[in-house]
């Protein structure tokens, strides 16, 4: 005779998601691209009758959303006054990148050491991929890429650690290199950057990778910086009398 002990078993079974939690998480996606994608600049007010309009959703699952999104940095709450896109300082996105210059060098040069073949494949299909939305100026599309391209680097460094000291701020490099990315020049010269450092990951030098990571990213950060500098004096001379 068959047991009959599976009769008894207890399966566990992943919870559904309910229709609200579903909602939520699809217009906080969208926000969350917006963002990145540029349609919403740092520092503009989120305005919810407008949002609620653009998504199709309630005021309450729209607020769940925007607390998400504060969460990972790239909206921030006023008093009395909602919702706008994080305005990051000069010395926070300087935090971002000595963070950035840590971590990701080290990421590299595991991943020179430690990933398959087949992830030096990858890396070199998404760099190609790269290239032609450069070429073509596809802004979303490069933003994609590049997350995917670091993606696999820090997944292909086989140190979880590294990916978990990022998380904290992971949207907020993504939002400051779409920043970059949006420069037609950076692009360029950001394009270059990157065939470097993955010519050397694919040929497994560590320091070659290390050297071409800190150089990309010291590139970037002074990129940005002086854009930064550059509205701040325009704005500045605008509020003058």
């Given at each position: 005779?068959?047991?009959?002990?599976?009769?008894?078993?207890?399966?566990?079974?992943?919870?559904?998601?309910?229709?609200?939690?579903?909602?939520?998480?699809?217009?906080?996606?969208?926000?969350?691209?917006?963002?990145?994608?540029?349609?919403?600049?740092?520092?503009?007010?989120?305005?919810?009758?407008?949002?609620?309009?653009?998504?199709?959703a309630s005021r309450s699952i729209l607020r769940?959303?925007?607390?998400?999104l504060e969460v990972s940095g790239l909206v921030?709450?006023?008093?009395?006054?909602?919702?706008?896109?994080?305005?990051?300082?000069?010395?926070?996105?300087?935090?971002?990148?000595?963070?950035?210059?840590?971590?990701?060098?080290?990421?590299?040069?595991?991943?020179?050491?430690?990933?398959s073949e087949s992830e030096l494949s990858e890396?070199?299909?998404?760099?190609?991929?790269?290239?032609?939305?450069?070429?073509?100026?596809?802004?979303?599309?490069?933003?994609?890429?590049?997350?995917?391209?670091?993606?696999?680097?820090?997944?292909?460094?086989?140190?979880?650690?590294?990916?978990?000291?990022?998380?904290?701020?992971?949207?907020?490099?993504?939002?400051?290199?779409?920043?970059?990315?949006?420069?037609?020049?950076?692009?360029?010269?950001?394009?270059?950057?990157?065939?470097?450092?993955?010519?050397?990951?694919?040929?497994?030098?560590?320091?070659?990778?290390?050297?071409?990571?800190?150089?990309?990213?010291?590139?970037?950060?002074?990129?940005?910086?002086?854009?930064?500098?550059?509205?701040?004096?325009?704005?500045?001379?605008?509020?003058?009398?």
């Amino acid at each position: 005779m068959p047991s009959s002990q599976h009769d008894n078993r207890v399966t566990a079974l992943k919870p559904i998601p309910s229709v609200e939690e579903t909602l939520r998480s699809r217009v906080q996606r969208e926000l969350r691209c917006a963002i990145l994608d540029g349609r919403y600049v740092a520092g503009q007010k989120l305005v919810e009758r407008e949002l609620c309009e653009q998504t199709g959703a309630s005021r309450s699952i729209l607020r769940e959303a925007l607390a998400g999104l504060e969460v990972s940095g790239l909206v921030e709450c006023e008093s009395y006054r909602g919702y706008r896109v994080t305005l990051l300082s000069a010395r926070k996105v300087r935090e971002i990148f000595e963070l950035r210059s840590s971590l990701e060098t080290q990421a590299a040069e595991l991943f020179a050491e430690r990933a398959s073949e087949s992830e030096l494949s990858e890396l070199q299909a998404l760099l190609l991929s790269l290239e032609h939305c450069v070429a073509s100026g596809d802004l979303a599309s490069m933003r994609k890429l590049k997350e995917d391209y670091y993606e696999l680097l820090f997944s292909g460094c086989r140190n979880e650690e590294v990916r978990r000291a990022l998380s904290n701020v992971i949207d907020r490099i993504h939002y400051l290199r779409g920043r970059l990315m949006s420069d037609p020049k950076r692009r360029e010269v950001s394009l270059a950057e990157m065939r470097r450092l993955t010519a050397a990951l694919v040929a497994r030098d560590r320091l070659a990778a290390r050297a071409a990571c800190l150089a990309h990213l010291a590139a970037a950060r002074d990129t940005l910086l002086d854009s930064m500098a550059l509205e701040s004096g325009i704005s500045d001379s605008k509020a003058m009398p």
